[in-house]
């Protein structure tokens, strides 16, 4: 008989003590042309990441030229006064760099990233780029092309349409945050290379732009390589820069944008509130995150895992401009898609949800696990340099103190359920929210009007 092979089995590996963690904090300095510089860094990461954030807002782009920051911020790739705009590509490919930019209504960020032994080769590109652009004839030419051919396929997209028509809908006529970010077909036709160079040199100077570098900088003299690149880079210093005020309308109202035929409806209904600088942001943090920030989401739960209404259904709050005097604000808004025949059922269910909130508040239960999903992973979230450089260059962006993400963690831990609650009901008060959908108003009409949630206007998709 033959003798069964045992197995040896090993040891299973035990979990170590959890090392204590906190957001990086930056060093911050200045160069001699007046660059403010934040570095960070992180043993280990050998990709470091730039970001340089350039004092250009949406709202500083000329009458009729909405678009030409956003032209700008991808022209600065496209050859300067030492490189041809395919030689300024193939720079960068050989240091292995990625290099983006892109404009909103803070300004104008280019986003760096490269291995750190060819680092000094692509901030030399990047401060060329930001020293002398080419903004050739062509390239803006073809630039300004390729933004036109976008826009027909974001009008498309259902979701870019409704966050279209909601920022419409939010602000007033005529203020900059009423329009697209990157410009309309009318006012992108509009667009040359002498507007661009024309709005490069009113806004784009090293006195009133920031640097952020994280990641691995052992024997790297960080100073030197700064004062070569980014500190050859001149200009001249500039006035304060009036910011306006942000204001809103968040009377309780529907617009649908007419698709006919759609299978599906898209919801996007959102208000405007306080920015970071609010003490409640924490607490809006956390009670937003209960109510549709993730699967196990009150949202989520109904209309996705009860009703089988959609795929999922998300609320969150982004920051469109902040300012410490208390004249930003932030987005706060409910996303999802569902289909098309239970659009009025869902959207009835889902303002149950908000007035059960409201009435009943938040569990215990709900506020664990949004803090262990919140503050938990996030040591997982900054494992690299360049979640670390993008999150402290939100921090400049927005005038919040260098320990200002550190600091939301502790606050977020500390957060309890009575404050959360009254955070996200707040936030989403039933009678104070712009409902826009994006779907067939024949068959949605009539079923949303009998809601009762606010006024219902029908507007074509174009």
């Known amino acids: 008989m033959t003798e069964l092979a045992t197995m040896e089995f090993h040891q299973q590996p035990q979990a170590g003590e959890p090392r204590p963690w906190a957001f990086p904090a930056p060093e911050r300095g200045s160069l001699?042309?007046?660059l403010t510089v934040l570095r960070c860094h992180r043993p280990g990461q050998q990709v470091v990441a730039v970001e340089v954030l350039l004092d250009a807002p949406l709202d500083a782009e000329p009458a009729g030229l909405d678009g030409v920051a956003t032209i700008m911020a991808r022209a600065f790739s496209e050859g300067t006064d030492k490189h041809s705009a395919e030689d300024f590509a193939a720079e960068l490919e050989r240091c292995g760099a990625t290099l983006d930019a892109h404009a909103d209504h803070p300004g104008v960020r280019l986003s760096l990233e490269v291995p750190v032994s060819r680092l000094a080769k692509a901030l030399g590109l990047v401060a060329d780029a930001l020293r002398a652009p080419a903004f050739a004839d062509g390239e803006v030419e073809r630039l300004v092309r390729n933004r036109l051919d976008e826009i027909p396929h974001e009008l498309a997209n259902p979701a870019r349409r409704a966050a279209k028509e909601l920022s419409k809908e939010l602000f007033p006529a005529g203020t900059r945050m009423s329009r697209p970010r990157q410009g309309t077909e009318e006012t992108v036709a509009n667009i040359d290379s002498a507007a661009v160079r024309a709005f490069y040199e009113k806004h784009v100077r090293p006195a009133t732009a920031t640097a952020v570098v994280v990641g691995d900088l052992t024997g790297v003299d960080l100073d030197a390589l700064l004062g070569e690149t980014l500190g050859a880079w001149t200009g001249s210093a500039a006035e304060?820069?009036?910011?306006?005020?942000?204001?809103?309308?968040?009377?309780?109202?529907?617009v649908i944008v007419d698709r006919p035929g759609a299978v599906q409806t898209q919801l996007l209904i959102g208000r405007t509130g306080s920015d970071r600088h609010d003490r409640v942001w924490p607490a809006q943090v956390l009670g937003t995150y209960c109510l549709g920030g993730t699967l196990t989401s009150r949202l989520d739960r109904v209309l996705r895992e009860e009703k089988g209404y959609t795929y999922g259904v998300r609320a969150f709050g982004q920051v469109l401009r902040s300012a410490p005097d208390g004249t930003g604000a932030a987005m706060l808004a409910i996303s999802g898609s569902v289909d098309t025949p239970n659009t009025g059922p869902a959207l009835a269910d889902l303002w149950t949800v908000l007035r059960k909130l409201a009435e009943g508040g938040l569990t215990d239960a709900e506020r664990d696990v949004a803090v262990?999903?919140?503050v938990g992973v996030a040591p997982l979230k900054y494992e690299t340099a360049a979640a670390v450089a993008s999150t402290l260059a939100d921090q400049v962006e927005q005038h919040l103190p260098d320990d200002y993400q550190a600091t939301l963690y502790r606050q977020l831990a500390a957060?309890?359920?009575?404050?959360?609650?009254?955070a996200v009901v707040s936030a989403f008060p039933v009678d104070r929210l712009v409902t826009v959908l994006v779907g067939d108003a024949a068959q949605i009409k009539e079923p949303v009007e009998a809601l009762?949630?606010?006024e219902v206007t029908v507007v074509a998709a174009e």
């Open 452 to 454: 009762g949630i606010g």
């Open 32 to 34: 001699d042309n007046g």
């Open 415 to 422: 957060t309890g359920t009575v404050e959360a609650t009254a």
């Open 372 to 374: 262990q999903n919140l």
């Open 240 to 254: 304060p820069r009036p910011v306006p005020p942000v204001t809103a309308d968040d009377r309780g109202r529907v």
